[in-house]
């Protein structure tokens, strides 16, 4: 069974830096593309960033310059560094794998369990 496992989510003073981390793990044929989003209470999931399997990241406006996003396609891992965290970051972020268990099934998305991010003024 193929799961997302996240980690590194936590509270942090407007200005401090988190970690987040993505495993994927199971039986995987290929992985596409791998990524964060977050949904803030009220709010609807929003991309923060993304990062293909060629390396090139995409990102949200909101979080240019602070938050990057990178990769370990050996350890089929994806980690988001946040920087300059504000308030407005405070949600619950969710890895996203775009995704083939097998040739045959194809790729869909496939997503972790979520975890918080809270950053206080």
């Known amino acids: 069974q193929v799961q997302l496992v996240e980690s590194g989510g936590g509270l942090v003073q407007a200005g401090g830096s988190l970690r987040l981390s993505c495993a994927a793990s199971?039986?995987?044929?290929?992985?596409?593309?791998m990524g964060w989003y977050r949904q803030a209470p009220g709010k609807q999931r929003e991309l923060v960033a993304a990062?293909?399997?060629?390396?090139?990241?995409n990102y949200a406006d909101s979080v240019k310059g602070r938050f990057t996003v990178s990769r370990d396609n050996a350890k089929n891992t994806v980690y988001l560094q946040m920087n300059s965290l504000k308030p407005e970051d405070t949600a619950v972020y969710y890895c996203?794998?775009?995704?083939?268990?097998?040739?045959?099934?194809?790729?869909?998305?496939?997503w972790g369990q979520g975890t918080q991010v809270t950053v206080s003024s």
């Open positions: 996203n794998a775009y995704m083939a268990v097998t040739l045959q099934l194809g790729y869909r998305d496939y």
């Open positions: 199971g039986s995987i044929f290929s992985i596409n593309s």
């Open positions: 990062i293909l399997s060629g390396g090139r990241p």
